[in-house]
C-alpha cells in the first residue's frame, strides 16, 4: 500500500486528488495539508511514503516547503502544476532542484473523460515514485549536489583525442541534475551538447528557458538540420528522436519509440558512436530505466569517452546502473565533479587550459 499525503489549498483540488487516489486498491490517502507548514508538519508526523505538492499556497509556498521536508523527512515529492506559462514553470523546476522528483500539470476539467485521463498519468506516476528512495545528502540547503565519492584524479594525464561533441541523456531527477552541470561549465566550452531528457509533454520549453537563466551556455531546442555551435546546449524536441546525421550537423526522427522513449538516449548516442567516434562523448545522468545503454556501449567500444553519474548523487541510479553494469563506463562521477571531468576530456588541460570551472 502507497501511503500519500496531499498538498494542495484548493479544497476542490484535494477532493479530486483524493477520489482519484482512493479509488486504487494499492493507494491510500493517509491526510491532507492546504499549506507549505502544514505540509512539513504532516509529513514528519505520518511519514508518507509520497507527497503530492502544490506550489503556490499561503504561508509556506511549495518550494520551500519542499527543502524543508527534505531536510527533515526525505520523502518522495510530485508537484502539480497549475499551468504551462513560463512563471510558473519557472516555479515547478525551482521545485525540482529543491528535491521534487517530478511535475505533473494540473488537468483542465471539462468532462469526466478529462478526469479519467489525468488520473491514470497521475496514478501511474504516483506509483513510479514512491518506489524512488530519496536520501538527505541528496541536496545542500544551497542548492548543491553533495557527495561521499571518492575524488576522482582530476590531475591525470593520459593520451587521449579531442572530444568534437557530447551527448547527455537524464530522466528522473534529470532536469536540477542538468542545472547543476551547466551551471558549472564554462562559456568557453569547445563543443556542442545534445541533450536527451525524458520530461512530460508541454515542459521542455519551460526547462530550456529556466535553465537559460542559470547558465552561460546558449540552450535552445535542437533544429532539424541545424548546424551545431560549440558552447551550445541543443535539446531533442518533443516527440522526436534527435541523432547527428554528420559531425556537426542535426536530424529529427519520427521512428517508433526506443525502449519506450521517444527522444531516446539510444538514438542520440548511437549517432555520436557512428558520426564521432573516439571523438564523441556520451553521459549518462540519474533516471529510471535502461534508455542509453546500447548506444554507450557502441560509443565505448569505437574509443569514445563515456561518463555516469554516481549512486550518491543520483536521484535514481536506473540509468547509470545500467550502463555501469554494462562495463562501457570510462568514469563513474559524482555530480559535482562531472563538470570538471567534462571540461577535462573536451580540453587539451586537466581544466581546459586554465578555465575555471
Known amino acids: 500500500m502507497i501511503r500519500v499525503l496531499v498538498v494542495d489549498d484548493s479544497p476542490t483540488m484535494r477532493e479530486m486528488l483524493i477520489a482519484i487516489l482512493s479509488g486504487d486498491p494499492e493507494v491510500a490517502v493517509v491526510g491532507v495539508a492546504a499549506d507549505g507548514d502544514e505540509a512539513v508538519e504532516k509529513t514528519v508526523a505520518l511519514q508518507p511514503d509520497l507527497v503530492t505538492m502544490d506550489i503556490r499556497m499561503p504561508r509556506l509556498d511549495g ?6 521536508i527534505m531536510h527533515d523527512q526525505p520523502t518522495p515529492i ?21 528535491g521534487a522528483l517530478e511535475v505533473v500539470e494540473k488537468p483542465r476539467i471539462s468532462s469526466l473523460d478529462d478526469v479519467r485521463t489525468f488520473g491514470s498519468h497521475f496514478l501511474s506516476t504516483i506509483k513510479l515514485m514512491a518506489e524512488v528512495k530519496v536520501v538527505r545528502q541528496l541536496v545542500g540547503s544551497s542548492g548543491e549536489f553533495l557527495s561521499h565519492s571518492l575524488p576522482s584524479d582530476e590531475h591525470s594525464r593520459v593520451s587521449r583525442p579531442v572530444i568534437d ?3 547527455i541523456c537524464s530522466s528522473t531527477g534529470g532536469p536540477a541534475a542538468l542545472e547543476f552541470l551547466f551551471r558549472h561549465i564554462p562559456e568557453s566550452f569547445p563543443a556542442p551538447i545534445a541533450v536527451v531528457q525524458h520530461i512530460s509533454e508541454g515542459f521542455l520549453h519551460g526547462l530550456v528557458e529556466w ?9 535552445r531546442v535542437a533544429e532539424n538540420g541545424e548546424r551545431a555551435e560549440p558552447a551550445t546546449v541543443y535539446f531533442a524536441p518533443e516527440d ?9 550537423v542535426f536530424a529529427y526522427s519520427d521512428e517508433p519509440a526506443v525502449r519506450s522513449h521517444r527522444p531516446s538516449g539510444e538514438v542520440l548516442f548511437a549517432s555520436v558512436a557512428g558520426v564521432y567516434g573516439a571523438r564523441g562523448m556520451g553521459v549518462m545522468l540519474t533516471g529510471m530505466g535502461e534508455d542509453g545503454v546500447d548506444g554507450l556501449d557502441a560509443l565505448a567500444r569505437r ?3 563515456v561518463l555516469a553519474q554516481d549512486e550518491a548523487t543520483s536521484a535514481i541510479f536506473g540509468m547509470p546502473r545500467a550502463v555501469v553494469e554494462r562495463g562501457c563506463c570510462t568514469e563513474v562521477l559524482s555530480l559535482d565533479r562531472m563538470a570538471r571531468r567534462i571540461v577535462y576530456w573536451t580540453h587539451g588541460g586537466p581544466y581546459g587550459g586554465g578555465a575555471t570551472v
Open 63 to 68: 518550494v520551500s516547503a519542499i527543502r524543508a
Open 78 to 98: 510530485v508537484v502539480l502544476c497549475s499551468d504551462s506559462n513560463d512563471r510558473t514553470l519557472n516555479i515547478s523546476f525551482n521545485a525540482l532542484k529543491a
Open 165 to 167: 561533441a557530447v551527448a
Open 211 to 219: 535553465l537559460k537563466k542559470t547558465s552561460c551556455l546558449d540552450v
Open 240 to 248: 522526436y528522436h534527435l541523432a547527428f546525421s554528420a559531425p556537426g
Open 303 to 305: 574509443g569514445g569517452i
